[in-house]
C-alpha cells in the first residue's frame, strides 16, 4: 500500500520555526517529484514548493520565498519542509505529494498532476 505520512506541525509563535516531514512507505520516493501544498481555512489549496526527482530543481510560491526550503533524503525515504520566520498567513494544513516522473530536472505544483497524497499535518501561527 502506497503511503505518505505527514508529521511536525503544530503551534508556533510569529517568527518561530518547523520543519515538517512526509515519509513514505509501499514505494521509493526517489523515482518521485515531490511537492508541498497547504490549505488555510476557508481558502483553496495552494502550491507551496517542490522538488525534482534529481534533487537539482526546486521552486517556491512567492509568498514564502527566502522563509522555507524543501529537501529530499531518498535514503531515508523522506521529503522536508523547513520554514522559518513563520506568519500568521502561514496557518493551514499542509500536505505533501508524489507523483512518479522519468524527467529529473522538472519541478511544478500544478495540483492535478500529483497522484499521492499525505492526509496533511495542521500549522498554526499565532502568539
Known amino acids: 500500500q502506497l503511503q505518505l505520512v505527514e508529521s511536525g506541525g503544530g503551534l508556533v509563535q510569529p517568527g518561530g520555526s518547523l520543519r515538517l516531514s512526509c515519509a513514505a512507505s509501499?514505494?521509493?520516493?526517489?523515482?518521485?517529484?515531490l511537492a508541498w501544498f497547504r490549505q488555510a481555512p476557508g481558502k483553496e489549496r495552494e502550491g507551496v514548493s517542490c522538488?525534482?526527482?534529481?534533487?537539482?530543481?526546486?521552486t517556491y510560491a512567492d509568498s514564502v520565498k527566502g522563509r522555507f526550503t524543501i529537501s529530499r533524503d531518498n535514503a531515508k525515504n523522506t521529503v522536508y519542509l523547513q520554514m522559518n520566520s513563520l506568519k500568521p498567513e502561514d496557518t493551514a494544513v499542509y500536505y505533501c505529494?508524489?507523483?512518479?516522473?522519468?524527467?529529473?530536472?522538472?519541478?511544478?505544483?500544478?495540483?492535478?498532476?500529483?497522484?499521492?497524497w499525505g492526509q496533511g499535518t495542521q500549522v498554526t501561527v499565532s502568539s
Open positions: 509501499g514505494f521509493t520516493l526517489s523515482n518521485y517529484r
Open positions: 522538488i525534482s526527482k534529481s534533487g537539482g530543481t526546486t
Open positions: 505529494a508524489a507523483v512518479p516522473t522519468p524527467y529529473g530536472s522538472i519541478c511544478n505544483t500544478r495540483e492535478e498532476l500529483y497522484a499521492y
